[in-house]
T-cell receptor, first 116, second 109 residues
Framework: DAGITQSPRHKVTETGTPVTLRCHQT?????MYWYRQDPGHGLRLIHY???????DKGEVSDGYSVSRSKTEDFLLTLESATSSQTSVYFC???????????????FGPGTRLTVT | QKEVEQNSGPLSVPEGAIASLNCTYS??????FFWYRQYSGKSPELIMS????GDKEDGRFTAQLNKASQYVSLLIRDSQPSDSATYLCAVNAGNMLTFGGGTRLMVKP
C-alpha cells in the first residue's frame, strides 16, 4: 500500500468553527489531491497540489483552502465549517511518468467529518 | 463539463459468473483510464489501469478500452462474494481524474 495517512480519521465539529485535515505521504510523490465523497455525488475534487506551494482549485473548492509547505504534507482547511461540508474526505497522491499521462492516483484511508 | 457515466446498479451476479461493468466518458482527449474498487466504509483501491485500445488482463480482471466509442469496461471472471463492492471508473483530464458515480456489484453465493 502507498504510504498515505490522514488525520484525524473522525471528527465532529460545530458550525462556524475552523477545521484542518492533514494528509501525510512517505512516497515523495509530486501530486497530492483532496476529494470529498457524498452519496449521490461520487468523488469530487476540492483542491490539488503539483508541488510545494503550488496548488490549484478543483470542482468544489468554495469554502476550502489548502497549503503545502513540504512535499509530504497537504493540509485542507475549512475556514468556517458548515453542515453542507459534512462528508468523507479522501487524500490521494500521484507521480506521473515522465512524458506520459499515466496519472495513477492512490488514496489515503479517509477522514469522516461531521459538522453539527 | 467533462463527464464519466456509470450505471449505479446494483449489478447482481451469481458466484462463479462473469461480472461486466461499463463506463462511458465525454472527453475525447482523455488518455488514461482507471478502475477502482471501494468496499463500504473504505477508500478507493486502484485495481486496473489502461491506456491503449484493446484489452488488458490481470488475473481475474480484464479492462477493455474503445476510444472511438469512448467506452471502457471491466470484466471480472469467476466472481467471488469478496468482489462485492462499488467499482469506480476514472478518466484523466490533464493531471486530474474525473470519477464516475460507481457501480455497486453484488456477488451472491
Amino acid at each position: 500500500d502507498a504510504g498515505i495517512t490522514q488525520s484525524p480519521r473522525h471528527k465532529v465539529t460545530e458550525t462556524g468553527t475552523p477545521v484542518t485535515l492533514r494528509c501525510h505521504q512517505t512516497e515523495n510523490h509530486r501530486y497530492m489531491y483532496w476529494y470529498r465523497q457524498d452519496p449521490g455525488h461520487g468523488l469530487r475534487l476540492i483542491h490539488y497540489s503539483y508541488g510545494v506551494k503550488d496548488t490549484d482549485k478543483g470542482e468544489v473548492s468554495d469554502g476550502y483552502s489548502v497549503s503545502r509547505s513540504k512535499t509530504e504534507d497537504f493540509l485542507l482547511t475549512l475556514e468556517s465549517a458548515t453542515s453542507s461540508q459534512t462528508s468523507v474526505y479522501f487524500c490521494a497522491i500521484s507521480e506521473s511518468s515522465s512524458g506520459s499521462d499515466f496519472y495513477e492516483q492512490y488514496f489515503g484511508p479517509g477522514t469522516r467529518l461531521t459538522v453539527t | 463539463q467533462k463527464e464519466v457515466e456509470q450505471n449505479s446498479g446494483p449489478l447482481s451476479v451469481p458466484e462463479g459468473a462473469i461480472a461486466s461493468l461499463n463506463c462511458t466518458y465525454s472527453d475525447r482527449v482523455s488518455q488514461s483510464f482507471f478502475w477502482y474498487r471501494q468496499y463500504s466504509g473504505k477508500s478507493p483501491e486502484l485495481i486496473m489501469s489502461i491506456y491503449s485500445n484493446g484489452d488488458k488482463e490481470d488475473g481475474r480482471f480484464t479492462a477493455q478500452l474503445n476510444k472511438a466509442s469512448q467506452y471502457v469496461s471491466l470484466l471480472i471472471r469467476d466472481s467471488q462474494p469478496s468482489d462485492s463492492a462499488t467499482y469506480l471508473c476514472a478518466v484523466n483530464a490533464g493531471n486530474m481524474l474525473t470519477f464516475g458515480g460507481g457501480t455497486r456489484l453484488m456477488v451472491k453465493p
